[in-house]
């Protein structure tokens, strides 16, 4: 049974810097590919940052330059770290992963994601 556990959230100053991690289990983690979304209050849920299986990225406009996503295959770990955090980055991350290879046009998409991890809490205050 595929489980992803994310842990990192918390709250900090804008400016600041924080590193979500996602600790994946129960599947072949080097055959899916995987991404951070991201919801806020009365917001839909949008990518953040995902890597394919070969280590392709994409990112979304919101985070080029501040954020980046990494993974560690023997720990079988998900990383995103976000520095020059703003205030509307405040939301609910969260990690997700799916099976196989996707085109990075559609990496960001949350609807290509079988499986998610329940979030952990980012909060920027100004």
């Known amino acids: 049974q595929v489980q992803l556990v994310e842990s990192g959230g918390g709250s900090v100053q804008s400016g600041g810097s924080l590193s979500l991690s996602c600790a994946a289990l129960?599947?072949?983690?080097?055959?899916?590919?995987m991404g951070w979304f991201r919801q806020a209050p009365g917001k839909e849920r949008e990518g953040v940052a995902a890597i394919n299986r070969d280590g392709t990225t994409a990112y979304a406009d919101s985070g080029k330059g501040r954020f980046t996503i990494s993974r560690d295959s023997a720990k079988n770990t998900l990383y995103l770290r976000m520095n020059s955090l703003r205030p509307e980055d405040t939301a609910m991350y969260y990690c997700?992963?799916?099976?196989?290879?996707?085109?990075?046009?559609?990496?960001?998409?949350?609807?290509?994601?079988?499986?998610w991890g329940q979030g952990t809490q980012v909060t920027v205050s100004s």
């Open positions: 129960g599947y072949t983690y080097n055959n899916y590919y």
């Open positions: 997700a992963t799916n099976p196989g290879y996707s085109s990075a046009d559609y990496l960001l998409r949350p609807d290509i994601y079988t499986y």
